[in-house]
């Protein structure tokens, strides 16, 4: 672990991500000297507990970075594009967890286990870019098997809890399962439609080719954090109501031949994955199983006899910790060990 103490910001600070951002650099016990919680003008004033301090929240305000070395921001798109560039004029170096940067070519979009080279590059506007939390999850296991096997296409279909959209949708589901149950009306207001014992396919806006931003986003951020343009994916996104953990089904068609097996065996050796995979005693990656840990769960690992070189995967993490949080914080333990 770096040794040099920094001032470190936290925008959002009072979101389900910016929670979870905080809790994050306690367990990692990040070196930190001095840290802020920022957020909008609502939560200015309130306090929330870092390690054994009482940390006033203040408003976000363009001159809320000087003297900060790194801002973790996740306080939504708007925010970010706004106030990254502010923070970085301020000589501080942000770790951005929105999409509002991911796919700028000066700024480097990164996953620690698979392209922690690229962090170099934060020096072109100061900003690095934390990928999609589908994007994360998926390309952890991936990369390992595209550096040894090479993949040619991805077919993903996520199962999406709700925690991924903020603390709002957490209470709708909360609040709308319990009316339901109760034979109450609850109406909808974070999503276009009851959530509650539902599956929406329609995760962010609708674009002109007929995807959801959020499915762009997973064919998009995949190519840039796997360096290779050549990989093909399509992807479903759809919201279950399940509160922490996304799931996914991926299909990969591979240059090489591959066994179920051999991915196995590469996967039980793939930092920050682990293999859950015993399916005679009903053993598989949960969404319940990985919420409140790091690791990404991988299961169902089996041959796709549809084609020559398929591979059929069932992969399961927190999106809020591995999907947003946790990646965050390790982008941040790299700049701080090596970069400042
Ligand atoms: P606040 O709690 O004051 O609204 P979530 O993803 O759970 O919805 O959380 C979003 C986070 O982003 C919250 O901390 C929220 O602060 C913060 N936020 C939202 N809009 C702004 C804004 N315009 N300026 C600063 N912080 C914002």
Redesign the pocket.
């Known amino acids: 672990m770096p040794t040099k103490k920094l001032n470190i910001a936290v925008?959002?600070?009072?979101?389900?991500?910016?929670n979870q951002m905080i809790a994050c650099l306690e367990e990692r016990s990040f070196p930190v000297n001095q840290i802020k919680f920022?957020?909008?003008h609502?939560?200015a004033g309130r306090e929330l507990k870092f390690n054994d301090q009482q940390i006033v929240v203040e408003?976000?305000r363009e001159n809320s970075f000087k003297g900060v070395d790194i801002a973790i921001f996740?306080?939504?798109g708007?925010?970010s594009k706004k106030f990254a560039p502010c923070a970085a004029a301020d000589g501080c170096v942000v770790v951005d967890n929105s999409s509002a940067w991911r796919m700028d070519a000066e700024v480097p979009l990164v996953v620690p286990e698979v392209n922690p080279g690229a962090i170099a590059r934060y020096t072109q506007k100061g900003i690095i870019a934390n990928p999609n939390c589908s994007t994360i999850q998926m390309v952890v296991p991936l990369y390992a098997i595209h550096r040894k096997y090479k993949i040619k296409r991805i077919v993903v279909s996520t199962y999406q809890a709700v925690s991924g959209t903020?603390?709002?949708a957490i209470e709708e589901l909360d609040n709308q399962t319990r009316a339901i149950l109760a034979d109450e009306k609850y109406a909808s207001k974070v999503y276009p439609h009851q959530i509650a014992f539902n599956c929406l396919p329609h995760i962010d806006v609708f674009l002109e080719n007929g995807y959801t931003k959020e499915e762009m986003k997973m064919v998009n951020e995949t190519r840039k954090i796997m360096e290779d343009d050549t990989i093909q994916v399509t992807a479903t996104t759809v919201r279950v109501p399940v509160f922490y953990s996304h799931s996914e089904s991926i299909n990969l068609e591979t240059q090489e031949h591959v066994s179920a097996e051999e991915i196995k065996a590469l996967l039980r050796e793939t930092s920050g994955v682990q293999v859950v995979d015993n399916p005679s005693a009903d053993i598989y990656p949960l969404a319940t199983d990985a919420a409140g840990q790091d690791d990404i769960l991988v299961g169902r690992i089996r041959d796709d006899e549809s084609i020559p070189n398929g591979i059929n995967l069932w992969v399961t993490a927190d999106n809020i910790r591995k999907g947003a949080a946790t990646n965050a914080v390790q982008i941040a333990e790299i700049l701080a060990k090596d970069y400042l």
């Open positions: 925008a959002g600070a009072t979101g389900a991500v910016g920022l957020a909008s609502r939560s408003e976000l996740s306080a939504g708007g925010t903020g603390q709002k």
